[in-house]
């Protein structure tokens, strides 16, 4: 009996992978063999098998498996057991290396130990091409790595290929826009990235994000060593060895992806959300508005219109009651679209608007209002408290919005709901306090030149000063009648010792026209700082933590222009300060010199507000040790496996 218990304790020791008596499993599955054969010549197969020594698990093969050269037909790989089995449908090109990259996807199916970055090559001529070129995909507006991108490469170094026939080898970014080329046999190419929205290798499409380079890739080698640390555990370093290895080159490789500008013009939607106004969706701007004629109603100044910026989304605010009243609207629309040959040829379309506040609905809410009000108006005269004769008019709604502590380079914003027919100056009143005395501070109030329905009230803002804006009623009426009410709204300007400022000097770039942009921990924008010189100054900072990003602006549009391949332009360059900005109150804070082209942009965004954060990499877990140490074994003398 106690050698049945003794034999049964051995048993339950040698178990791998049991945490209640064994050794885990930190072995990662190896490769017994293939067919054809790994790195084999000559192959004329199109079904290869890959035999590994234990049972196997094949994790997400379409987006992480990367056969190359691109197969315009979708390659069948599966895992079964303790083999990979691979199925190429498209034909095999002649005297070509093929690459099958696994990056990480295999590792073995009790504890999940990663193979490691796995590739299985073979060549239909008769040597293998092995070298190889890596580098990364970065957004070219903001930096963030681009993640599932492909990366290919062209012997036909002509400025076209790209648009006309598929990559020869690529590869795929990783979750750090990382790439890595394989199979490349030597020469000079052309390099190229694309988000591959048709899945044809080819750029054609304008809504598909591309990176281009103007210099050509050689591809070389050089033997190296590198330093590999051996880990005794997840925790323990057991020892760090020089290991010689080949290194390719290029492996600094930058591409800056962008979309280009969508200048195709046609008509992408009509939308009638509210009764009152319907709006035009364009797929891309035009100098001239559209031209619109009633069809089943008058349309002899009917609406106000009110055209985004860039004139691709156009409002029209209905005037007449009865328009509003009226849930079907018919027009004819005649505007400019984008014809079959790429110009602008006037199209006329019969649009249909159909609000989606149907008349009924909206007089059902109004009379659930009205009864309301009459219950109101009955427990009062119950009461004996003054009663309505009849339901007031809402006034028109005015939003002031300021800064908590406003800097003097702010301006307070006045926004309404609906368009304004009259801005009454004259019953606008701006008053300053100095000492315990108001005086009237002299205003200009505008249109707001990006944000619609918005005015701009600027004055001469003094650091420490309250200011007190007053309205009398009827300073704004809309389009509709109705007017404001009175008001009164108070605010102050902080004082010059609540703020930070920010100054810097800028070497090495093409341009002196640039753009500098504070951000905040989100990487959105909170100041805007133009130069045509070195020196970059940011008055009134709040204290805070804060980023910087720069870019060139090329053309002087003050604005960040992307690029266009068939031009050859590249989107303006885009650079990260590399550190966080500590700002506090009443600091004058001087940068060193920044040199922002001398930093890999791959390095330059901080991490803290990069938004595609690279996948933590498949590791062995190494829990053996910490399992030898509560027993009281010697991990390395007991040759425990690891």
């Keep these: 009996m106690l050698a049945l218990c003794i034999m049964a304790l051995m048993v339950s020791c040698a178990r791998m992978g049991n945490p209640d008596g064994g050794w885990y499993d930190e072995t990662p599955p190896r490769v017994m063999g293939s067919t054809p054969a790994d790195r084999g010549t000559d192959v004329t197969a199109q079904r290869m098998t890959i035999v590994f020594d234990e049972y196997i698990k094949l994790d997400n093969p379409l987006e992480k498996v990367v056969v190359s050269p691109p197969q315009l037909e979708l390659p069948e790989i599966e895992s079964a057991g303790r083999q990979i089995k691979i199925h190429l449908l498209d034909s095999l090109k002649p005297n070509t290396t093929y690459t099958i990259d696994f990056s990480d996807a295999i590792s073995d199916n009790n504890e999940g130990n990663p193979l490691g970055n796995y590739t299985y090559s073979f060549s239909t001529g008769d040597h293998i091409d092995t070298l190889e070129v890596s580098g990364y995909v970065l957004d070219a507006s903001n930096l963030e790595p681009i993640k599932g991108m492909l990366v290919g490469l062209y012997s036909n170094l002509s400025d076209t290929i790209f648009r006309k026939e598929p990559m020869l080898r690529v590869s795929r970014t990783d979750s750090r826009g990382h790439f890595v080329i394989k199979g490349v046999a030597d020469g000079e190419y052309r390099i190229y990235a694309?988000?591959?929205?048709?899945?044809?290798?080819?750029?054609?499409?304008?809504?598909?994000?591309?990176?281009?380079?103007?210099?050509?890739?050689?591809?070389?080698?050089?033997?190296?060593?590198?330093?590999?640390?051996?880990?005794?555990?997840?925790?323990?370093?057991?020892?760090?060895?020089?290991?010689?290895?080949?290194?390719?080159?290029?492996?600094?490789?930058?591409?800056?992806?962008?979309?280009?500008?969508?200048?195709?013009?046609?008509?992408?939607?009509?939308?009638?959300?509210?009764?009152?106004?319907?709006?035009?969706f364009f797929s891309f701007g035009g100098d001239t508005l559209p031209r619109l004629r009633g069809l089943n109603f008058n349309d002899s100044a009917a609406w106000v219109v009110e055209p985004s910026l860039r004139c691709d989304t156009i409002t029209y605010w209905l005037r007449d009651s009865l328009l509003i009243n009226q849930d079907t609207l018919s027009v004819e629309a005649t505007y400019f679209k984008t014809d079959s040959v790429g110009k602008l040829q006037l199209t006329t379309d019969t649009l249909t608007l159909l609000s989606k506040e149907p008349y009924e609905k909206r007089m059902k809410q109004r009379e659930k209002e009205m009864k309301e009000w009459e219950k109101k108006q009955e427990k009062a005269r119950k009461r004996g408290d003054p009663v309505q004769d009849q339901m007031p008019t809402k006034p028109l709604e005015m939003k002031l919005s300021t800064a908590q502590a406003m800097a003097p380079d702010q301006n307070p914003l006045i926004a309404f709901d609906t368009p304004i027919e009259v801005a009454d100056t004259s019953r606008i009143h701006l008053y300053s306090q100095q000492d315990t005395l108001w005086f009237r501070s002299p205003m200009l109030l505008r249109p707001h030149p990006t944000l619609p329905r918005t005015y701009e009230l600027m004055g001469e803002w003094r650091p420490g000063v309250k200011y007190s804006l007053e309205t009398d009623s009827a300073a704004f009426v809309d389009i509709?009648?109705?007017?404001?009410?009175?008001?009164?709204?108070?605010?102050?300007?902080?004082?010059?010792?609540?703020?930070?400022?920010?100054?810097?000097?800028?070497?090495?770039?093409?341009?002196?026209?640039?753009?500098?942009?504070?951000?905040?921990?989100?990487?959105?924008?909170?100041?805007?700082?133009?130069?045509?010189?070195?020196?970059?100054?940011?008055?009134?900072?709040?204290?805070?933590?804060?980023?910087?990003?720069?870019?060139?602006?090329?053309?002087?549009?003050?604005?960040?222009?992307?690029?266009?391949?068939?031009?050859?332009?590249?989107?303006?360059?885009?650079?990260?300060?590399?550190?966080?900005?500590?700002?506090?109150?009443?600091?004058?804070?001087?940068?060193?010199?920044?040199?922002?082209?001398?930093?890999?942009?791959?390095?330059?965004?901080?991490?803290?507000?990069?938004?595609?954060?690279?996948?933590?990499?498949?590791?062995?877990?190494?829990?053996?040790?910490?399992?030898?140490?509560?027993?009281?074994?010697?991990?390395?003398?007991?040759?425990?496996?690891?």
Aim: charged share 30%.
């Design 194 to 280: 694309l988000e591959d929205a048709d899945r044809n290798f080819v750029f054609n499409q304008k809504s598909e994000r591309i990176a281009f380079s103007h210099e050509t890739v050689k591809p070389s080698w050089k033997p190296d060593v590198r330093q590999d640390t051996i880990w005794r555990d997840s925790l323990h370093i057991d020892s760090i060895v020089r290991v010689p290895y080949t290194h390719f080159l290029p492996d600094d490789i930058i591409l800056r992806a962008f979309k280009e500008e969508q200048t195709d013009r046609y008509l992408l939607k009509q939308e009638r959300k509210n009764a009152n106004r319907f709006t035009l």
């Design 480 to 642: 509709y009648g109705l007017a404001t009410k009175a008001s009164k709204a108070g605010f102050q300007v902080a004082n010059n010792d609540q703020f930070a400022t920010i100054l810097f000097t800028v070497s090495g770039l093409q341009s002196d026209n640039l753009v500098a942009e504070l951000l905040n921990g989100n990487d959105q924008l909170v100041k805007t700082a133009h130069s045509d010189r070195a020196t970059v100054e940011f008055f009134y900072v709040m204290p805070g933590t804060y980023y910087l990003r720069l870019y060139e602006d090329l053309n002087g549009n003050g604005r960040w222009d992307t690029g266009n391949y068939d031009l050859d332009l590249q989107a303006e360059p885009v650079y990260y300060y590399p550190e966080k900005i500590e700002c506090k109150a009443n600091w004058d804070l001087t940068l060193p010199t920044w040199q922002p082209a001398l930093l890999n942009a791959a390095q330059q965004k901080p991490e803290a507000i990069t938004k595609q954060k690279g996948e933590k990499q498949k590791t062995i877990k190494r829990r053996n040790y910490e399992r030898a140490r509560q027993l009281g074994i010697d991990y390395v003398k007991e040759n425990i496996p690891y």
